[in-house]
């Protein structure tokens, strides 16, 4: 058995005839240009890859990439989906690519794709929807809740199906567009730190007992001018390492590998030496590596116009399916500037009303005056694309983005828009769609995180003890 780390969520394992990637995305950016793999994987690395079979873990793009599942689907491997309410994963790639046979694995079922290679899913998490996955192959067991953040009852059943764990990959980042793209804040002062996220990482780490962990999904940078800001919030996973090592009382080992790096059953550890310490460098380099593929996806923004009739259809219909107590009281905007027209579009949605308008300004000042709760400002290009492709819940990641809070309630009611966008875009609204024969099997492998919500609301929310003490 042997596997390899690829970049920066993606995996490749391997034994005898059966190789399994996971979460490919390795070529190119994603989130229109703004996240970049680091570090970046090297050609040969991305030419060997041959896999047989495909896992993805969940619907975002810097793990279900387009163009890196087309690099592959030349060798039509199986595709393998968590089955959860979400059923547009599998549309998703029935409309997009060219793929012979797909398969959705149920919570908690294990798999076998291969001589002496079993897989079990768990999903976690019923807004975002992500899922965690234990390879078993030649006595060696890895569990990869990338970015599945599972605890409790839900980490329980993991932890007691799988009795040991020789390597365990967790991501130590977040990819909310809160505190960092709201106007006027500091993130400094969010009440959530890079080290807070190591914690995460570390406790997470401690109660699966894993013999090795490594930091995971959380290693790209910026590189689109209006991002590139952000690097400076980069979650290093040296820091994670060290942080571990100090709080370390136990025979478990931290394990830094970067891209290229594996470890086989027959030969051990042959990790790529990668020095963090000189990321400024490397943003430095892949800018001007990347120089070109950047520019023109800049100038495709200065050519595009707004389409209103995308805004228009996209949000009746997410009004439509938003009933109590899955409803919006307010009212919010986007803010859009068409640049070939330099029109200034106040895009309003009406979460009392259901209904939609279309105003053109002439400045922004004059957002003030429409008693709207929050507004979010960005380009036309992404816009239109999330209006159109459905996938507004991909969109605060790329950091494309400004919210101007205006109402007292403005971060209540922006959170609450945020988790009904994910909620409705992975199948889960109008409420009445969960109400399947499908989905109440679904309910019942998942009963425990019903449980799970009400011990992290008693114990976020109402005592105000730390995240990272959930493990």
Known sequence: MKFTVISHACLYIEHLDTKLLIDPWFVGSCYWRSWWNYP????DL???????????????WDHYHGPSLRKVQKYQPELIFPKHFNKRMVGDCIKSFNFKKITEIDHGKTLNIGEDFNI??????????DSSIVIETNSVCLLNSNDAKVFGLSLNQILSNHKKFDFVFRSHSSAS?????????????SDRSPIDYCNDFINFGKATKGKYLVPFASSHIYLHPKTKKYNSYYSNPKMVKDIFDQQNNSDQICLLMPSGSIWSK????KTINHDYSQIE??????????????ERSLKINEKLFFKEKYFHSYFKKFLKSTIFPFNLSFKFAFLIKEIPTNILFLCIIDGKKKNTHLLKIKNESEIFKYQLSFIIKTSTEIFNDCNKKIMHNTFGAS????IILISSKSSKNLNK?????DFYENDCLPISKLFSVRNIFIFLRRWREIFDIFHYIYLIKIKGIKISNLW
């Not at 899913?121 to 975002?128: E, L």
């Open 266 to 269: 027959e030969s051990g550890f």
């Open 40 to 43: 970046e994987p090297k050609f």
């Open 281 to 294: 460098k490397h943003i430095q380099e892949a800018t001007i590596r990347n120089k070109e593929k950047i």
């Open 417 to 421: 828009y945020l988790s009904l966008v």
């Open 120 to 129: 079990t899913s768990y999903q976690f998490n019923p807004i975002v929807i």
């Open 177 to 189: 567009p809160v505190p960092h793209c709201i106007r006027g804040l500091d993130p400094k002062k």
């Open 399 to 402: 950091k494309l983005l400004e």
């Open 46 to 60: 991305i030419s060997s890859l041959k896999p047989t079979h495909i896992y993805i873990s969940h619907l975002h």
